[in-house]
Each structure stands twice: as C-alpha cells, then as structure tokens.
C-alpha cells in the first residue's frame, strides 16, 4: 500500500496484520519511576529526621540560655554582678604557666567565701554553689547548706552574707553557723580568701 498524504503512516504497535497481538501496552519508565518514589521517601525522611534532631538541638540551646538568665536574675537578687565587690570569682593560672601574673589593679583586694547564695525559704543564704578550690569548699560547705551566722554577724538573706564578708579581713578566721539539707546544725570555721 503506498502512503500518501491521505492515508497516513500507522502508529507504531498498531500496525495491522504483521504487528504484535493487541494487549496493554508496555511502559518502560515505570520501573524507573518507582525508584523515583523511593529516593523521594528516603529524603523525605532524612529531612524530617533533621529537622527534629535540629529541633532538639535548639531547644537545648534555649534552655540553656534560660537556665542561664535564671542564674544571672537570681545573682542581680542578691547582689552578685561580675566585677561587683562581692563576686565569688578566682583567677585561674593558664595551663601553659606554672605561676599566674597578677593583674595590675587599683582596686584594694576583697575577701570571698567562694560560694554562691540565695536568699532561703525562712532565714539564711542559700547555698547554691561551691566553688573548687575555695575557702567555703575547704570549710567543708556543700549545696544546700544554709548559712545562719558569719562570725558574730546574723544572717538573714544572701545580701546579709555579702555584705559581711566584703566587711570580714581576708586570711583571719571566721566561725560559720550552717544548717545541713538533713535540719542538723554546725559550726564551721572559714578562712575568707582575697580576689585581686
């Protein structure tokens, strides 16, 4: 049969007579398709298990940063700033150095206890934390202790402490009254230290 512009050209597969059977046609992309559909899902899912894990990952950060503004409210609360006359800080010798240099200074040397205080639920500081070494760790204070007495001076709040040990003369002697987490009552003797 000759092909003109009449009669046009069959399609392929629906030529008649010397052509293959009719039947559902044959699609050769499907196979890669479904590896589409599989690539597609894993991604999927490591995306979704990104950002869950970067989830998690900010909300830590943001706990810690509210942790940490907790803490610097409670030390504005009792009077702890940094650089402030009563800031339980200590200079720390750099690794590589076997004797720190002190740092020239015009301030006169306050003395410390090395702890950080909160006012208690009844009377007393609070105890919150220790630091190591330090003149309230080597008196044998621990958190949760409550300091009822510096000296002959009554403690009633964290800013009591403060003020008395800014007061107290660094290197001498001073009986601490402390009421244990368990209720028991002692007396403990610190020697304040001196913050340059």
Known sequence: MEQTALRPKPMPGQETGGGRKPGPARRPHA?????????????G???A??????????????????GMSRLAELQRQ??????????????????SSATPTPAPSTAPAVATLGLEVVDAEKSGA??????????GFT?????????????????????????????????????LTVRHRGGGYQQLTAVPGVVT
């Open 126 to 135: 609070l105890v919150v934390g220790v630091h190591v070494p330090g003149p």
């Open 139 to 175: 008196a044998g204070l621990v958190r949760g202790d409550v300091l009822l007495g510096f000296g002959r001076t009554r403690i009633d709040t964290a800013d009591d402490l403060a003020r008395a040990v800014a007061d107290a003369r660094s290197g001498r002697e001073i009986v």
């Open 45 to 47: 899912l490591f995306v």
């Open 49 to 66: 298990a990104v950002l869950v894990l970067s989830g998690v990952g900010l909300g830590t950060v943001g706990a810690t940063v509210i």
């Open 78 to 95: 009792v009077g702890l700033h940094p650089g402030g006359p009563s800031a339980p800080a200590h200079p720390s010798p750099s690794p």
């Open 31 to 43: 196979a890669r398709r479904r590896g589409r559909r599989l690539t597609t899902l894993v991604f």
